[in-house]
C-alpha cells in the first residue's frame, strides 16, 4: 500500500515546489490547500490593486504659499513610510524645500499625521475630519480633484486650513487581468480600502470590480471581513499594511504582498514575493489543481489496492489466478510510480 502513503505527500511538495517558483511562499499549508473554496477575494487598494507610487499633481496655498504648505508637509512626512508621504517627500526635494523642526509627530491611526512644526501644532488629514469638526473648503474643487482619482489631503494650522495637496497613484497593469480572470473563475473580488469614496469609486469602476467599501478605518477592516463571512462566503484577504493585519488574520485565506509591512507578512497564510495582483489568481489556480491530483492520486491507489490486496491474498486461488511474491513487488513499485508521475504532471495555466 505504499502509493496511498505517498499520494498526497507528493502532491503536497510538487505544489511547493510550483509555489516557490513562482513566487508564492506558503506559510500554512491548511488555508492554502483551502483556498479552493474561496469565492470572493477581498483586495487593499494602495500598494495591492495600484502600485502605491503616489506623485504630487496639484497643490493649493489657503493660508499659505503653495511652496510653504509642501515644505510644513514634507517635514512632518518625512517621519512616515505611507506611501502618499513618500509622494510628497518626492516632491518636495525636486523643488529644493527646506526641512522645518518638527517635535511631537503622532500618526492618528485612521485620520492623518499631527505634529507641531516651528511651534504650531499642524495636521495632516483627510476631507473626512474637515466635515467632521466642520472646517469649510473648496468642495468643488476637491470633487473635481477626487472624481479624478485623485487622493487629496489637507493640512491644518489647528482649526485654520493652510491648503491641500492631491496625489495621484498608477493602477498596476496586471490588476486588470487579475480581477477579469477571477470573474471568470466564478470569484467575486471586492475593495477595501481608507481612501475616500471618490478614489474608491475611481479606482474600482476602471478595473471592474463587483464592490467597493471606502472610508473604511483600520478596526473596522476585520468587521467587513467578518460580515462577508456571515453571509456564508470564504473570503480571501489581499493587502500589504500594518492596517490591514486584522483583516489578514480574520479572513480564511490571508495574502500579503512582498513589499508590504511586517506585521502584514507575519499575519498572512501566503506571501506574494512579486507583488503582482496575478498571483492571487496562481493562488486559486494551484490550490485547485492541488486538491484535483491529491482526488486522482488518492482514486488510483485506493483502486489499486482494492484489487491487487485480494488477489495477493489468494481470493482467486482456485481460478488459478495467484500473484507471487516477485510479481507483487513489481506490482507494487509500479503502483508507486504511477502516483509520483502524475504528482509531478501538476501544473496550472
Known amino acids: 500500500p505504499h502509493a496511498l502513503g505517498l499520494a498526497v505527500p507528493l502532491v503536497t511538495a510538487v505544489s511547493t515546489n510550483i509555489a516557490a517558483r513562482k513566487g508564492l511562499l506558503i506559510r500554512n499549508r491548511a488555508s492554502f490547500e483551502n483556498a479552493r473554496k474561496i469565492n470572493t ?11 502605491g507610487a503616489f506623485g504630487v499633481t496639484d497643490v493649493k496655498g489657503v493660508a499659505a504659499s503653495e511652496d ?14 505611507h506611501p502618499i508621504a513618500k509622494g510628497i517627500i518626492k516632491e518636495a526635494e525636486k523643488g529644493n524645500l527646506s526641512r522645518l523642526e518638527v517635535k511631537d509627530y503622532q500618526n492618528l491611526t485612521g485620520l492623518g499625521l499631527k505634529a507641531v512644526v516651528d511651534g504650531k501644532e499642524i495636521m495632516i488629514v483627510s476631507p473626512g475630519l474637515l466635515r467632521t469638526q466642520g472646517i469649510e473648503f473648496d468642495t468643488v474643487h476637491y470633487e473635481s480633484l477626487a472624481a479624478q482619482g485623485k487622493t487629496v489631503v489637507f493640512v491644518l494650522s489647528g482649526q485654520k486650513l493652510l491648503g491641500y495637496i492631491a496625489l495621484s497613484d498608477i493602477v498596476r497593469k496586471s490588476s486588470f487581468e487579475a480581477i477579469e480572470t477571477l470573474k471568470t473563475m466564478e470569484v467575486e473580488a471586492i475593495m477595501l480600502t ?3 469614496r471618490k478614489v474608491a469609486s475611481y479606482v474600482g469602476d476602471m478595473l471592474g470590480i463587483d464592490q467597493v467599501f471606502a472610508e473604511v478605518l483600520p478596526h473596522d477592516k476585520g468587521s467587513k471581513i467578518e460580515a462577508l463571512q456571515a453571509e456564508g462566503r470564504m473570503v480571501a484577504m489581499t493587502g500589504d499594511g500594518v492596517n490591514d493585519a486584522p ?3 480574520k479572513a480564511d485565506l490571508g495574502i500579503a504582498v512582498g513589499a508590504g509591512t511586517d506585521v502584514a507578512i507575519e499575519t498572512a497564510d501566503v506571501i506574494l514575493v512579486r507583488s503582482d495582483p496575478l498571483d492571487v489568481v496562481s493562488i486559486l489556480k494551484l490550490s485547485r489543481a492541488t486538491f484535483r491530483k491529491m482526488v486522482q492520486n488518492l482514486f488510483w491507489a485506493t483502486g489499486y489496492n482494492l484489487i491487487t490486496i485480494p488477489l495477493a491474498a489468494g481470493v482467486l486461488f482456485s481460478q488459478g489466478i495467484v500473484i507471487t511474491p516477485a510479481l507483487g513487488a513489481v506490482l507494487m513499485s509500479l503502483s508507486t510510480i504511477i502516483v509520483s508521475i502524475n504528482a509531478r504532471l501538476l501544473k496550472i495555466d
Open 41 to 51: 477575494i477581498v483586495f487593499d487598494k494602495t500598494g495591492t490593486l495600484t502600485e
Open 194 to 196: 481608507g481612501d475616500n
Open 247 to 249: 483583516s489578514l488574520a
Open 68 to 81: 510653504e504648505l509642501l515644505s510644513i508637509a514634507y517635514s512632518i512626512e518625512l517621519n512616515s513610510e
